[in-house]
């Protein structure tokens, strides 16, 4: 079946590490994505894709960064600098087209704890 | 001004009740529209598109006003099932980015 999978489900960090969230997709989409959720609020973009070796910052890319190598993954390294990174990761991905509206689809999402 | 703006509720509703949620846009060359429903820990998944003419699915109704920049969801005999988060999402012409509202919380109640 085709998809997009994130993993792990859980990850739980100590403060000062970094950590790589992976997000692999077989839908061959173009475009992938990275958001960060936290309680109760919405989907902020962290960075985004277009292409294999091209990505984007988002609103919020400050103590991240990503990678494009191969078109079916978008990893996700929060780094140390980022001083708040307890989060509801979601990775998404889409067909780039320029008529055609087409949806996003998810993971199932990363649940990142700082302990 | 946020590219997209959702009220973010909650919108309390009696079962059977209709509830209408808006969602206003800022780029007047955004191409596509859809709305999302999330559950509580879970990812979004699409409810439905929203096409220039508006459309319907079952007890939902989708509606785009490009003039004023909106869409909206109707959502008709509301269901205790329909207690959920729902998104609006907006791709943009040009760089085709898709960006998310912070959503509007519904919680029907018995």
């Known amino acids: 079946d085709g998809g997009i999978t994130q993993s792990p489900k859980y990850l739980f960090r100590k403060e000062g590490q970094n950590v790589t969230l992976s997000c692999e997709q077989n839908?061959?989409?173009?475009?992938m994505y990275w958001y960060r959720q936290d309680p109760g609020q919405g989907l902020r973009l962290i960075y985004y894709?277009?292409?294999?070796?091209?990505?984007q910052k988002g609103d919020i890319a400050e103590g991240y960064s990503v990678s494009r190598e191969k078109k079916e993954s978008f990893p996700l390294t929060v780094t140390s600098a980022q001083k708040n990174p307890t989060a509801f990761y979601l990775c998404?991905?889409?067909?780039?087209?320029?008529?055609?509206?087409?949806?996003?689809?998810f993971g199932q999402g990363t649940r990142l704890t700082v302990v | 001004r946020k590219e997209v703006e959702q009220d973010p509720g909650p919108f309390n509703v009696p079962e059977g009740a209709t509830v209408a949620f808006n969602c206003t846009y800022s780029?007047?060359?955004?191409?596509?529209f859809f709305w999302y429903r999330q559950d509580c820990r879970k990812e979004p998944k699409l409810l439905m598109s929203?096409?220039?003419s508006g459309n319907e699915d079952g007890r939902f109704t989708a509606q785009l006003n490009r003039a004023s920049q909106y869409i909206s969801l109707l959502i008709r005999d509301s269901k205790l099932s329909d207690s959920a988060t729902y998104l609006c999402?907006?791709?943009?012409?040009?760089?085709?980015?898709?960006?998310f509202g912070t959503g509007t919380k519904l919680q029907v109640i018995p």
């Open positions: 998404a991905s889409s067909i780039l087209s320029g008529t055609d509206s087409t949806e996003a689809f």
């Open positions: 839908l061959n989409h173009d475009a």
């Open positions: 894709s277009q292409i294999v070796n091209d990505f």
């Open positions: 780029n007047s060359a955004s191409q596509s």
């Open positions: 929203v096409y220039s």
């Open positions: 999402v907006v791709r943009h012409g040009g760089y085709q980015k898709v960006t």
